[in-house]
């Protein structure tokens, strides 16, 4: 397989496996998978339980453990007064809280799972689109090359008529005007020769940043241009992916509204600590042991927040469903745009192959009445343009057809090399 850096021949299929790893396109999408990936693994808060530990050092004096009064047999009132502190020591513990019942953190996950589905969707959609973008940048190159061919094969033909017009100025047959058009053919011929070469090398630099190459790799291209496919009924296809990315994202900013309306619910976690004290004597009596506690905590009111909040995860949740139905509106004028151009395509593509015909034969025609001097330059010349047009239409035609059908499968929800036959897939 051919990777950056290496000049061999790049099949079609090889290209596709190279633009997975170097499109940046690609490559963006796969990060915003990941990052969907970490907030959903990020929301197992809302059932998992936290650990801690923790230590502190601590001294502490005051009036609580100074002029404590303390029994003395001795003294007459039976009492005393006496200093227990300064307490000082560290004390160490471990916590863990257990969620009980946490309503909007459950719903997070909820929409955090949607919200990744979504993602994994619109990357599938991501490769699909991008697998039509190779193909479609390198058959374009392979389509230009063609027209360079043809710009070629025109320029030997207008060399072949200025031979002819010099042949017959020579013997009388003809005027000097006609060898003068024979040359001025040759000279657009051959600049028509320059703008091909120009335009086969900027399709060539699409493909390449497209697959991370250096612009002046050498790039030798081994699969060819397939034969249009007939166009065919659209039927139902497949989901969209980029239908079902968008239908989860709904779900997901639904979920994301009942969360933060689900933090009106008092949330439940358990509590259990132990902890150790090693100090003086006060401190080591009275800071070692361990608890367990159920804890309620309920926010009746934070100064409007959670309006707030609710309000704004309403208001996305609109949002995101009127891009929905505007979507659902783009892909049904996509599909209906697409299976028009099929059609179109490979008709004209079709046409163009029985135009190219008659205009050959037309060539024909006129280079051999011109040599038999029954017909004039000006025909000649018309003629080898009108086929050197038609050439090129035939070239542009039948990449557009397989393009046309490409993009038909993909907005219908296939693979699009699927239109190009078993020895494309």
Do not use: C
């Not at 004028?333 to 593509?349: K, P, V, Y």
């Not at 557009?400 to 499968?409: F, G, I, T």
């Amino acid at each position: 397989m051919m990777i950056p850096g290496a000049a061999s021949a790049l099949s079609l299929d090889e290209a596709l496996v190279i633009a997975r790893e170097q499109a940046t396109t690609l490559q963006t999408l796969e990060a915003e998978t990941r990052q969907a990936e970490a907030q959903h693994t990020r929301t197992a808060q809302a059932f998992l339980p936290t650990l801690s530990a923790d230590t502190s050092w601590l001294r502490a004096d005051s009036s609580l453990i100074t002029g404590v009064p303390v029994p003395d047999q001795t003294s007459p009132t039976g009492l005393r007064q006496a200093d227990l502190g300064p307490v000082e020591g560290a004390v160490t513990g471990v916590q863990l809280v257990q969620p009980v019942f946490n309503a909007d953190a459950l719903k997070q996950r909820e929409a955090a799972s949607l919200k990744l589905d979504a993602r994994r969707q619109a990357r599938q959609w991501g490769q699909q689109a991008l697998r039509l973008e190779v193909a479609r940048r390198y058959f374009n190159i392979l389509r230009l090359r063609s027209r360079q061919n043809a710009a070629e094969q025109a320029s030997d033909a207008a060399r072949q008529a200025v031979q002819m017009a010099e042949g017959s100025y020579q013997q009388g047959m003809a005027a000097r005007l006609d060898v003068e058009q024979a040359r001025a053919e040759l000279a657009a011929a051959q600049a028509r020769i320059s703008q091909a070469e120009a335009a086969a090398r900027e399709a060539e630099y699409q493909l390449k940043s497209l697959l991370g190459m250096a612009p002046r790799e050498p790039l030798t291209l081994e699969t060819g241009l397939p034969q249009p496919a007939p166009p065919m009924e659209s039927g139902q296809g497949a989901p969209r992916k980029d239908l079902e990315a968008r239908q989860l994202a709904a779900r997901a900013a639904d979920q994301q509204t009942r969360a933060t309306e689900a933090e009106w619910l008092p949330r439940v976690n358990l509590l259990a600590r132990q902890q150790w004290a090693h100090g003086n004597e006060l401190l080591d009596d009275n800071a070692d042991g361990w608890l367990v506690a159920v804890n309620l905590q309920w926010t009746l009111f934070d100064g409007l927040g959670r309006q707030g909040r609710i309000a704004e995860a309403r208001a996305a949740a609109d949002k995101i469903r009127t891009e929905l139905e505007e979507t659902r509106r783009r892909i049904d004028r996509e599909q209906a745009i697409a299976a028009s151009q099929w059609q179109a395509g490979f008709s004209a593509w079709q046409a163009a192959g029985k135009s190219v015909k008659a205009a050959e034969k037309a060539a024909r025609l006129a280079s051999r009445r011109y040599q038999e001097n029954l017909g004039s330059m000006t025909d000649l010349l018309t003629a080898r343009a009108r086929l050197d047009r038609e050439r090129a239409t035939l070239i542009d035609s039948r990449y557009q057809a397989v393009l046309a059908a490409m993009n038909h499968h993909l907005q219908h929800g296939r693979d699009p090399l699927l239109a190009l036959g078993n020895d494309y897939q």
